[in-house]
Each structure stands twice: as structure tokens, then as C-alpha cells.
Nanobody
Framework: QMRLVESGGGLVQAGGSLRLSCASS????????MGWFRQAPGQEREFVAA????????YYADSVAGRFAISRDNAKNTVYLQINSLKPEDTAVYYC?????????????????????WGQGTQVTVSA
């Protein structure tokens, strides 16, 4: 079992920045690919970003590429999502997730069905 806990969400004005964190104190992240997804009210959960187990490969949705950056610190058992130049349409609950089967490539890394464990989410609200 793996419990993931997100933090760092909040209310921010358009153009601002936030850094989201995802941590687990129960088992190490090392060896697992991690992803961030988000869900806005009335919409389906969508892929945001993912990072390989080593951190060498990252993947981004077109809507956030160039504004968001995913990173990981395996020593701290934490994955981060730096979100910059926030827009009102970025308002959503942001979830981190963990894959237990090896994967690479955008198709596999962006598929929510491949992620076994999910956090409870952290709310990001962007005001115009």
C-alpha cells in the first residue's frame, strides 16, 4: 500500500506561481514513475505532467508545457510540480499518482489507468 499526500495548493492571482509537493512517508518513490493530474468542476480528470523513475524523462500536456515543471527528489521521497504563469483555467484539484509498472513514452505516462496509487488532491484556484 502506498499513501500519497499532496500539498502546496492555494488561491493565487493570474500570472502567479505555486509549487505543489507530493510525498509518502510509508514507502520510497524510487523506482516508480510519477504523474500529476488535475480535475476541474464538471470536467474529467486530465493529465498534466509525468516523470520517469530516474527523473531523466519528463512529459507534459500541451496546455501546460513551458509553464509547468515536474521534478523529483528521491532522497526526500517527494515529487514536485512547479506551476508558473497561472491562468484561471488552471483552477482545479491537482492529484499526484504513482505507476507500479515500468513505462515510458507519452501515451503510457499520460494514461490515468496505468497509475495505481493516488493522493487526495490539493486545490489550486486562480483568480482573474
Amino acid at each position: 500500500q502506498m499513501r500519497l499526500v499532496e500539498s502546496g495548493g492555494g488561491l493565487v492571482q493570474a500570472g502567479g506561481s505555486l509549487r505543489l509537493s507530493c510525498a509518502s512517508s510509508e514507502r520510497p518513490f524510487r523506482g516508480y514513475a510519477m504523474g500529476w493530474f488535475r480535475q476541474a468542476p464538471g470536467q474529467e480528470r486530465e493529465f498534466v505532467a509525468a516523470i520517469s523513475s530516474s527523473g531523466d524523462s519528463t512529459y507534459y500536456a500541451d496546455s501546460v508545457a513551458g509553464r509547468f515543471a515536474i521534478s523529483r527528489d528521491n532522497a526526500k521521497n517527494t515529487v514536485y510540480l512547479q506551476i508558473n504563469s497561472l491562468k484561471p483555467e488552471d483552477t482545479a484539484v491537482y492529484y499526484c499518482a504513482l505507476q507500479i509498472t515500468p513505462a515510458q513514452g507519452m501515451a503510457l505516462m499520460s494514461d490515468p489507468l496505468r497509475y495505481r496509487y493516488w493522493g487526495q488532491g490539493t486545490q489550486v484556484t486562480v483568480s482573474a
